[in-house]
């Protein structure tokens, strides 16, 4: 993604937390959404940050820290159905996407 | 049922024959976008229109038209395809432009030029 920089892969095991962090340059910066797509599927929207701090939605959170360009996904209690890509994006004028993070929940 | 459709869902085509890829939203949104995707490259934006008659360019539109003549419709086009095109494609909308950070995605267009 266009100065976006998230992990490529990341494993976990079910049941437990996982963070997938996100650095973005900050240029026309608006603020940062999170998107899962599964394989064979579509993106679909969890959240956004436009100001620092937690957003809590059930199991998943996501953080923004506008100071140092950074954010990250926390995913608790993760479950197979988790496994899947997960994308930040910055938003600018428009949107631009990271080039997502491959979750594997393992049993 | 709310959403975003996109037509054909899947295609194969040879190089230099024109094609167009329909995309329809029914939740009066006024932003609308194309994207591409491909393996370690994320989404790519191609073009976007945050209204009727109002489109602009992404960040890899060569190659690449789109028109924006009814509020539900943003056609993609390929004028004249080449196999670095084969990719998947996404349509996406938003309330407004102001919402982009919220984009309610099409079920893509798997797209091959041959």
């Known amino acids: 993604g266009q100065n976006i920089d998230q992990p490529t892969e990341m494993t976990a095991t079910e049941g437990a937390i996982v963070q997938i962090n996100c650095t973005y340059q900050t240029s026309g910066f608006y603020g940062l959404s999170w998107y899962q797509q599964h394989d064979g599927g579509a993106p679909t929207f969890l959240s956004y940050?436009?100001?620092?701090g937690l957003e809590e939605k059930g199991r998943f959170s996501s953080f923004l820290s506008r100071s140092d360009s950074y954010g990250y996904l926390l995913l608790q209690e993760l479950q197979m159905k988790d496994s899947a890509s997960y994308f930040c994006?910055?938003?600018?004028?428009?949107?631009?996407f990271g080039s997502g993070t491959r979750l594997q929940v393992q049993p | 049922e709310a959403q975003v459709t996109q037509n054909p869902r899947y295609l194969i085509t040879v190089t230099g024959k024109k094609l167009t890829v329909t995309c329809s939203q029914n939740?009066?949104?006024?932003?609308m976008s194309w994207y591409r995707q491909d393996p370690g490259l994320g989404l790519r934006q191609i073009y976007y229109s945050m209204n009727v008659e109002v489109t602009d360019k992404g960040d890899v539109p060569e190659g690449y038209k789109v028109s924006r003549k009814e509020k539900r419709n943003f056609p993609l086009i390929l004028e004249s395809p080449s196999p670095n095109q084969t990719s998947l494609y996404f349509c996406?909308?938003?309330?407004?432009?102001?919402?982009?950070?919220?984009?309610?995605f099409g079920p893509g267009t798997r797209l091959t030029v041959t």
């Open positions: 994006a910055a938003r600018r004028r428009a949107l631009t």
């Open positions: 996406a909308s938003s309330l407004s432009s102001q919402g982009t950070y919220e984009q309610y």
């Open positions: 940050n436009a100001l620092d």
């Open positions: 939740m009066n949104h006024e932003y």
